[in-house]
Nanobody, 126 residues
């Protein structure tokens, strides 16, 4: 059973930084996609950043490019999201997600994530 547990959310002012971490357990297979999504009040959940394991690359939502960095720590079994230059529009519940891809060259796709964490709140005040 896949378990994803987020931590690191909180409240910051505009321009501040936060680091989110997702503890991963139960994932099998050599190739997986790991991602962070967010959902703002009254809006649909959207993909923020994704990383393909085994050196498959990263992908970012255009709104966070250059400000957010996703990384994977195999030793700690975590996927982290470093967020800098935060804006009020970054406010929302941030979710860790995963799915198994079966071919290394297959790119990660936002609509395929099927395992989810419980979410952690990020609030950016102006």
């Amino acid at each position: 059973e896949v378990q994803l547990v987020e931590s690191g959310g909180g409240s910051v002012q505009t321009g501040g930084s936060l680091r989110l971490s997702c503890q991963i357990s139960g994932i099998s297979g050599a190739y997986n996609c790991l991602a962070w999504f967010r959902q703002a009040p009254g809006k649909q959940r959207e993909g923020v950043a994704a990383i393909a394991t085994s050196g498959g690359g990263t992908e970012y939502n255009w709104s966070v490019k250059g400000r957010f960095t996703i990384s994977q720590d195999d030793e700690k079994s975590t996927v982290d999201l470093d967020m800098a230059s935060l804006k009020p529009e970054d406010t929302g519940v941030y979710y860790c997600a995963s799915y198994a891809r079966y071919i290394w060259a297959e790119p990660c796709k936002w609509e395929r994530y099927n395992q989810w964490g419980q979410g952690t709140q990020v609030t950016v005040s102006s």
